[in-house]
Nanobody, 123 residues
Framework: QVQLRESGGGLVQAGGSLRLSCLGS????????MGWFRQAPGKEREFVAA????????YYADSVRGRFTISRDDVKNTVYLQMNSLKPDDTAVYYC????????????????WGQGTQVTVSS
């Protein structure tokens, strides 16, 4: 199985950028569809972005399309989420997840999860 660890979260002003990283260990992330999800206080976990294995198609939630980009570096065993033009509504704990399938918008499809990294966007 793969273990996932997120990093790169922090406090940023509205309009700013952050890049989240998800480092895999134990197994190559190239074997998995990879996704990013987020959960704000009092809300359900929601889909943000996903990328299929072998750098296949990527897809995004409507709320982040055009601002966020998911990518993977299989040599570094890492998946990234570049977040630009951040808004206060983007404030949440961001989670990386691995799917033994091609990736999905449904969190139930994912088999492995990281611990999360906090992103806070101030207005």
């Amino acid at each position: 199985q793969v273990q996932l660890r997120e990093s790169g979260g922090g406090l940023v002003q509205a309009g700013g950028s952050l890049r989240l990283s998800c480092l895999g260990s134990g197994r190559a992330v190239s074997n998995y569809g990879m996704g990013w999800f987020r959960q704000a206080p009092g809300k359900e976990r929601e889909f943000v972005a996903a990328i299929s294995w072998l750098s296949g198609p990527s897809y995004y939630a409507d709320s982040v399309r055009g601002r966020f980009t998911i990518s993977r570096d299989d040599v570094k065993n890492t998946v990234y989420l570049q977040m630009n033009s951040l808004k206060p509504d983007d404030t949440a704990v961001y989670y990386c997840a691995a799917d033994r399938g091609p990736g999905s918008r449904d969190p139930k499809a994912y088999d492995y999860w990281g611990q999360g990294t906090q992103v806070t966007v101030s207005s």
